[in-house]
């Protein structure tokens, strides 16, 4: 009986040690690129932030000022007038303000 115990110890032992061994590690190749695949890097152009802006749900979009690091729009989106600012590089929107009539 002694035995038997001994040898299901021995075995359960032999099971944790095989558990336990961890896997050989790999290392995994990650590209990370900074910025905006949109227009290649280069600053969108006025017209492509107006578009960008009609995509994301704002009509009667008007181009205020489109020079500089950031343009600025007049846009109407659920029946307010917004200042809609794009960042001119990744035609994020980096600022919206409610106008008031």
Do not use: K
């Not at 558990?19 to 969108?44: C, D, E, F, K, Y």
């Not at 009609?54 to 181009?63: A, C, E, I, K, T």
């Not at 007049?74 to 994020?92: C, D, M």
């Amino acid at each position: 009986m002694r035995i038997i115990a001994l040898v299901a110890c021995c075995l359960g032992l032999g099971l944790f040690a095989s558990v336990a061994v961890p896997a050989p590690v790999q290392a995994a190749s990650v590209t990370i690129h900074v910025g905006s695949s949109l227009n290649h890097g280069r600053a969108i152009s006025c017209r492509q932030g107006q578009i960008l802006l009609q995509n994301r749900g704002f009509r009667d979009v008007r181009r205020v000022d489109c020079r500089g690091r950031f343009y600025i729009y007049h846009a109407r989106r659920g029946g307010n007038r917004f200042e809609v600012t794009l960042n001119a590089r990744t035609g994020r929107v980096s600022n919206v303000h409610r106008l008031r009539w």
